[in-house]
């Protein structure tokens, strides 16, 4: 019997659009099964292996669902850096929706740094916060997903 092929997993309360059709075709592609999980309704092509997951609103609760169900080897897409920590301790492979790809080697330095900056902003020192989404972050994306698929899709 062999093993179950690994999944992707989508922190999707704000995933750009753009990112969410590359990763629907994607699915589709390959059969790679693709759980979006937010606390509001997102309409999903109508595939077998294309769900999406509402969990209740309140803070970290698609976070805490994701972190339960994410296995060792499939792939998450966030931008939330603890989740991220929590995530690659445990084995997933783990990608913002920029295409920045968050290895177990620089996740603590990218939590630290986190930390330090809403340090900043809870004492009244504004950051400029992230560029406007762009094609960049697209293709750097596209980038890092297609390589994720090379190595776990069952085509």
């Known amino acids: ?3 179950p092929q690994p999944g ?3 922190d999707a309360d704000a995933l ?3 990112i969410r059709d590359t990763l629907y075709k994607a ?3 390959t059969g790679v099964p693709l759980t979006l999980v937010a606390n509001r309704h997102i ?3 109508s595939a077998r292996q294309i769900r999406s997951l509402q969990v209740s609103a309140g803070y970290d609760v698609a976070d805490n669902e994701i972190l339960r169900r994410a296995e060792p080897g499939d792939l998450v897409i966030t931008q939330d850096i603890p989740l991220a920590a929590e995530l690659v301790a445990k084995g997933a492979e783990v990608v913002t929706p920029r295409g ?4 177990r080697d620089n996740i603590r330095p990218r939590l630290n740094m986190r930390d330090f900056m809403d340090s900043l902003r809870s004492s009244g020192i504004h950051g400029g916060g992230q560029s406007a989404f762009g094609p960049r972050d697209r293709q750097a994306f596209a980038n890092c997903l297609d390589r994720w698929l090379a190595r776990n ?3």
Do not use: C, G
């Open 100 to 103: 920045e790809q968050l290895p």
């Open 153 to 155: 899709a069952r085509t």
């Open 27 to 29: 699915a589709l592609r």
């Open 43 to 45: 309409d999903t092509p």
């Open 8 to 10: 992707i997993w989508v």
């Open 16 to 18: 750009p659009a753009v």
């Open 1 to 3: 019997m062999s093993e």
